[in-house]
Each structure stands twice: as C-alpha cells, then as structure tokens.
C-alpha cells in the first residue's frame, strides 16, 4: 500500500525550529521528486518546497528562502523539512507529495500534519 505520512507539527514559538518528517511506505521515494506544500486558515495551498530525484536540487518559496531546509535520508525513505526562525506566518497544515519532478503533478499525498507558530 503506498502511502506518506508526515510527522513532527506541533506548537513551536517564533524563532524557533521545527523539523517535519515525510515517511514513504510501499515504494522507493528516492525515485521521485518529493515536495513540501502548505495550507493557512483561510488560504490556498501553496508549495514551500521542492527536492528533487535526480541530481538532488533543491527549490523553496521566497518566502520560507534561508530559513527552511529539505533534505532526504534514503535509507529511511524519508524526506525532512527543517524550519528555523519560524514566523506566526508558517502556521498551516504541512502536506508531502511526490511526483516524477518538482514540476510535475504529485500523485501521492500524506494528510498532513499541523504546525502552529504561536507564544
């Protein structure tokens, strides 16, 4: 059964870190791109970041640039996002996908785990 779950939300203060994980199961997730994606109250969906299967590139949003981090460790067909300095701003919902490219349409999704930036 393929499926990706995500891990690691919770309640974190501003400036603080925070690092979501992205646990495949029932395919190899270093063949795909894995992408990170993010929805506030009230807001639409949006891509926070992107790493590739290829060469390993990897892509964030403008507004996450230099504070968040993606990474896997294909030996535990995982994928992380580490968030430092976060800001009130990063409380969403965190969602994992994967697809053939960063580009690409993702075909799989985890449902999410929440992250809320709150003192």
């Known amino acids: 059964q393929v499926q990706l779950v995500e891990s690691g939300g919770g309640l974190v203060q501003p400036g603080g870190s925070q690092r979501l994980s992205c646990a495949a199961s029932g395919f190899t997730l270093d063949n795909y791109a894995v992408a990170w994606f993010r929805q506030a109250p009230g807001k639409e969906r949006e891509g926070v970041s992107c790493i590739s299967s290829s060469d390993g590139s990897t892509y964030y949003a403008d507004s996450v640039k230099g504070r968040f981090t993606i990474s896997r460790d294909n030996h535990k067909n995982t994928v992380y996002l580490q968030m430092n300095r976060v800001e009130p701003e990063d409380t969403a919902i965190y969602y994992c996908?994967?697809?053939?490219?960063?580009?690409?349409?993702?075909?799989?999704w985890g449902k999410g785990t929440l992250v809320t930036v709150s003192s």
């Open positions: 996908a994967t697809g053939a490219g960063c580009l690409d349409r993702m075909d799989y």
